[in-house]
Each structure stands twice: as structure tokens, then as C-alpha cells.
């Protein structure tokens, strides 16, 4: 008996909190009306700049972006970012269009082509100035981004910075490209010893990768220092 009043007990007091919140929205009713038309409307407003204002920017940056690309290709670095009078080059991308993609995309193959240039700096600042979700193309600009760390002799910052892109991504392409450069430039300062660890985890841990194919050399001579 106890039992079944405690049910009951549950079942009027599930009833009242209906009738409650039945009561509150039957007050709130144009509030929440209100509401919801804003969130609805709010909505319709991101899909048509979606739509109406990115997409058709996108698809004009990546016509421009195509010839950049094309004299990235060819080495021809300085036009490459700058531009040869009729299509833009990256800097003018990332500019123009950096509510796109594309225009974020420009930052990184800028970033190459001052590194390409010695221009260590400027690679800094415009490899700092991209993002992407795709996970190589991020643990390259910071790997990149270490390179130019390290030819201004900023050997603590390379470190640091090639410790982030091994971190970012554990695959057979990025980490273990890093993994190599790191453990050079521990051989450069004579850390052997950290040096042999990283050759033997590529060997264990990335064993399918470009860099494993050779490793033993390098594992052989930081064991022979």
C-alpha cells in the first residue's frame, strides 16, 4: 500500500511540474515566439551569406589562387606572391579574400615562398597568421615555422615548435619528418643521447614512413658518439 501511495505521490508531482511549464509557456507565449523567430532568422541570415556571399568568393579567390599555385610550382617565388599584373599572388589573396578558405590557404603558401626566399621573418608571421583544421597542413606550417626559427638560429624556438607539429599529428608523414629534424638538431648541439631516442621510436613507432627506410644509420652513429 505504502508503495502504491508513493507512486501516486510521483505521478501528481510529475502532473504539476506539467501544468507548470504549461502555464509558463502559455504566459511567455509571445517572448518565446519572439524567440524563436530570432534564432530561425539568425539561421536563414548565415545559410544566405553562406551561400549568396562565400561560395561565389571562394570559387573567385580559387581562380586566383590556381595561377599563384602555378608559378609556386615553377619556383617562381617572388610572382608567386606578389602577383604578375593580371592575377594576384598570395599576399593579395590572403588579403582580398580572408573570409574564405582559400584566402587562409594563401597565408601558408605565402609563408613557403618567404622561406624560400630567406625572407625567415615575414615566413614567420604569415605561417603564425594561418589556421586549418587539416591536420597535416597545420603540423607543416608549424614544422615550417620552426625551419625559420632555426635558420635565425633560434634553436630553443625550433625545438619547441617542432615538438608541437610531432604532437599535432601522429602519422607516417608529418611526425616523423619533425621527429627527424628534431633529433639532427639535437645531434648538432651533441645530445646524442636524446637524438638515438627519437631515431629508435621512428623505427618502432613509424615504421612504414620514408624516414624509417633509412634509420638504422643515423640510430648506428648517435650509438657511436
Same mark, same amino acid.
Do not use: H, W
Given at each position: ?9 510521483? $505521478?501528481?508531482?510529475? &502532473? ?23 534564432i530561425?532568422? +539568425? +539561421? ?9 556571399? @562565400?561560395?561565389?568568393?571562394? &570559387? ?6 590556381? *595561377?599563384? &599555385? ?6 617562381? $617565388?617572388? @610572382? ?12 593579395? @589573396? ?5 573570409? =574564405?578558405?582559400?584566402? *587562409? ?11 624560400? =626566399? ?5 615566413? +614567420?608571421d ?18 615550417? =615555422? ?16 617542432? &615538438?608541437?607539429? @610531432? ?12 621527429? *627527424? ?5 639535437y645531434e ?17 613507432? $613509424? ?10 644509420? $643515423? ?7
Open positions: 500500500m505504502a508503495k502504491k501511495n508513493k507512486t501516486e505521490e510521483q $505521478f501528481v508531482q510529475v &502532473e504539476q511540474a506539467l501544468g507548470k511549464t504549461e502555464q509558463y509557456i502559455e504566459d511567455n507565449q509571445k517572448s518565446l515566439m519572439l524567440i524563436i523567430g530570432v530561425v532568422a +539568425i +539561421i536563414i541570415i548565415f545559410k544566405s551569406y553562406q551561400n549568396f556571399y @562565400i561560395a561565389p568568393l571562394e &570559387e573567385e579567390a580559387q581562380i586566383e589562387m590556381y *595561377m599563384a &599555385e602555378l608559378y609556386f610550382q615553377k619556383d617562381s $617565388f617572388e @610572382i608567386a606572391l606578389n602577383g604578375d599584373g593580371q592575377y594576384l599572388g598570395f599576399l593579395d @589573396i590572403a588579403d582580398d579574400f580572408s573570409s =574564405t578558405n582559400v584566402g *587562409m590557404l594563401a597565408n601558408y603558401y605565402a609563408g613557403l615562398c618567404y622561406l624560400n =626566399t630567406n625572407d625567415f621573418e615575414n615566413a +614567420i604569415l605561417f603564425q597568421s594561418f589556421s586549418s583544421n587539416d591536420i597535416i597542413l597545420s603540423s607543416l606550417a608549424l614544422g615550417c =615555422t620552426g625551419d625559420a626559427y632555426l635558420e635565425l638560429g633560434n634553436y630553443e624556438r625550433a625545438i619547441d615548435l617542432y &615538438e608541437d607539429a @610531432i604532437d599535432n599529428s601522429a602519422n607516417n608523414f608529418t611526425a616523423p619528418r619533425y621527429m *627527424m629534424k628534431l633529433a639532427m638538431l648538432s648541439k651533441e645530445n646524442y643521447s636524446d637524438a638515438l631516442e627519437i631515431y629508435k621510436s621512428i623505427k618502432l613507432d $613509424f615504421k612504414d614512413s620514408n624516414e624509417a627506410a633509412s634509420i638504422e644509420k $643515423f640510430i648506428a652513429r648517435a650509438e657511436n658518439r
